[in-house]
């Protein structure tokens, strides 16, 4: 430094030094986020992993021999013949983790059969080929399960506002959407007017979703207790629509609420009408909130 007095020279490497010394530091501090930051994601996808994992050990005909291979204790699965619902048996009331358990699926007979088993979270598809039909049987009885029927549940792909033409011109437009989807059946909305409840208009049954045969209830108290196993968010085309509201009038048991568009003959921006959110599970799949009777939503389809 020369030309540069003693004292100027001192503190320029001093503030040189300083300079140093922060850069490191943010290096430092940097560093020790972006590792906080890893560990973070890594601990919450091995919390995500074993929340349930299982699969299928053995099938012997009608009897399936399911293992859990997490880290939790697992409730019995579902079992789905067929796209239907199944009765099933075992000891078992809770399957431990690394535990195999033993179930007896009821089916109509001899034969090969698709089977679906649902978790919580988790699904496995597995075939059944029934040479002899196991039942199940205790000291005192024998029981034979029988299979569950099941009906299918969609979310319209057309939105109408609140003037739905009442519950029956509702019903039509669940219907046509149905029939020109190749559905068939019978249909009929969720919706509730001041003298009708949605629950009572459907039968107390299973209903899953047409495309991809995931439950939605496993009955009708199942439906109405506050939460549903699926959100209904497919349409009668198999279209999946992740957000959005649906017309209502319909609290979480099953039954009217006090504002449902005049009985769904209003589009009138001063009266009001129950949503839904078809992207819940909980009890806001059915009851979300009150929106204007001109709004322009979906609404749910049940087959009875």
């Given amino acids: 430094m020369k030309g540069v007095s003693p004292i100027i020279a001192v503190i320029l490497l001093i503030l040189i030094a300083i300079a140093i010394l922060g850069i490191s530091s943010n290096m430092f501090i940097s560093i020790q986020q972006s590792s906080s930051e890893q560990v973070g994601n890594a601990a919450g996808a091995q919390t995500e992993n074993v929340r349930e994992v299982f699969r299928v050990v053995q099938t012997d005909n009608n009897n399936v021999y399911i293992r859990n291979m997490g880290t939790l204790d697992m409730a019995p699965p579902l079992f789905l013949v067929d796209d239907a619902l199944a009765g099933s048996g075992s000891d078992c009331t809770t399957i431990k983790p690394q535990q195999t358990c033993e179930f007896t699926v009821s089916v109509p007979g001899t034969g090969t ?165 078809r992207s819940n599970t909980d009890s806001k799949w059915t009851k979300l909130g009150y929106s204007m009777c001109n709004s322009f939503f979906r609404v749910y389809c049940f087959e009875t």
């Fill in 113 to 277: 059969y698709e089977l679906v088993i649902e978790g919580k979270v988790a699904k496995l598809k597995a075939t059944l080929d029934v040479e002899t039909v196991v039942t199940t049987t205790t000291t005192t009885t024998s029981t034979t399960t029988t299979t569950i029927p099941s009906k299918r549940v969609f979310l319209s792909s057309s939105a109408y506002n609140g003037n739905l033409g009442g519950l029956a011109g509702a019903d039509a437009k669940c219907q046509g959407l149905a029939e020109a989807a190749g559905l068939g059946g019978t249909w009929v909305a969720w919706l509730s007017t001041s003298t009708v409840d949605a629950k009572d208009r459907i039968p107390d049954i299973r209903y899953f979703r047409p495309s991809d045969k995931a439950t939605v209830a496993t009955s009708k108290v199942d439906l109405t207790n506050g939460n549903i196993n699926n959100p209904i968010n497919i349409d009668e085309k198999g279209a999946i629509s992740l957000s959005g509201f649906v017309w209502t009038g319909t609290q979480a048991t099953g039954m009217k609420d006090i504002r449902y568009c005049e009985e769904w003959t209003s589009s009138d921006n001063a009266k009001n009408g129950l949503v839904g959110s």
